[in-house]
């Protein structure tokens, strides 16, 4: 027979499971919210310094060498910054998950060897 504590205990351990969880996809978002901002603040100083630089040259050749310049740092920062913010998604997409292994474990049989 199940007793009242038993199913009291249970609804706990799921409220306990979401708020966990709610918790961490609030800071991973935040954190994504974060690296987006940062990269978007840092791409607009790279080109602001890049139109000045571009403003003050008095050849085509050096027009041709600073943007280049510019093409290449925009590409790199472009591909770090993805990477780290791909990694901000998988991590949050692992401690979302992390919480509710332990109900899944409770309801997977367990394999036998």
Do not use: C, W
Not at 64 to 80: G, H
Request: charged letters at 25%.
């Amino acid at each position: 027979m199940v007793k009242v504590e038993e199913i009291q205990q249970y609804g706990k351990q799921h409220f306990d499971t979401v708020v966990a969880s709610a918790a961490s996809v609030q800071n991973g978002l935040q954190a994504i919210a974060s690296a987006y901002g940062d990269y978007t603040k840092k791409s607009f100083e790279d080109t602001r310094s890049y139109v000045e630089k571009l403003s003050g040259v008095k050849s085509l050749d050096k027009a041709l060498e600073v943007q280049t310049e510019f093409a290449k740092s925009a590409y790199e920062t472009f591909v770090t910054e993805s990477q780290k913010i791909a990694g901000l998604y998988t991590d949050l997409a692992k401690q979302t998950y992390k919480p509710l292994e332990g109900l899944v474990a409770r309801f997977t049989p367990a394999a036998s060897a």
